[in-house]
């Protein structure tokens, strides 16, 4: 089993849609999680952390179930401009992070 | 504020040339990272520099060299270039990564023919 795995979609959903997705990591000592937006050849810049508790910043809330060992990352009202290819990191403590292969959204009118 | 700063964005190299790659980092961040990236393998390390005057090896290191320069400076080295290091390659640098998350420069669009 990766050490963390993701659906690589394309995820192809209408604006004004909810979409979410799941990032599964096989290590449980694993300590802090990240969700990273990326554009098509640009490079990943930090979307939220993922906190014990769940995290929302406007329309996106992301969520930690460590009992099932993923992490979610909920869009709600997508935009076009939320189309893009999501990675989670998850980091072990250690100062090396391990990214998930990402999942595309492709958000249409 | 330039944050992390990569030189240069693209380069094309013949198999057997040698060059480096640039990093520099203005946030007085402790730690950096050199990633590859290629369609569908994802971002792997190569290397990464917990702190000033220490570098380790990642994931896929053989073919690569790195020098920590100073805490700003983290420069990747390609010593005889192989058409399997056409990628994509992003330096990276994070205060305190499993707190603060990283932060990515640009990238470098490399091709080796």
């Known amino acids: 089993r990766k050490e963390v795995e993701q659906d690589p979609g394309p995820f192809n959903v209408p604006e004004g849609a909810t979409v979410a997705f799941n990032c599964t990591y096989s290590?449980?000592?694993?300590?802090?999680f990240f969700w990273y937006r990326q554009d098509c050849r640009k490079e990943p810049k930090l979307l939220m952390s993922?906190?014990?508790s769940g995290n929302e910043d406007g329309r996106f809330t992301a969520q930690l179930n460590r009992a099932s060992q993923y992490i979610s990352l909920l869009i709600r009202d997508s935009k076009l401009s939320d189309s893009a290819t999501y990675l989670c990191v998850v980091n072990r403590g250690s100062y090396i992070p391990t990214f998930g292969r990402g999942t595309s959204l492709i958000v249409h009118p | 504020n330039a944050g992390v700063t990569q030189t240069p964005k693209f380069q094309v190299l013949k198999t057997g040339q040698s060059m480096t790659l640039q990093c520099a980092q203005d946030m007085n961040h402790n730690s950096m990272y050199w990633y590859r990236q290629d369609p569908g393998m994802g971002l792997r390390l190569i290397y990464y520099?917990?702190?000033?005057?220490?570098?380790d090896k990642g994931e896929v290191p053989n073919g690569y060299n790195v020098s920590r320069l100073n805490k700003r400076e983290f420069s990747l080295r390609l010593e005889s270039a192989a058409p399997s290091q056409t990628s994509v390659y992003f330096c990276a640098s994070s205060e305190e990564a499993g707190v603060y998350g990283y932060t990515f420069g640009s990238g470098t669009r490399l091709t080796v023919v």
């Open positions: 290590n449980s000592a694993s300590q802090s």
């Open positions: 520099s917990a702190s000033e005057g220490t570098t």
């Open positions: 993922v906190y014990s």
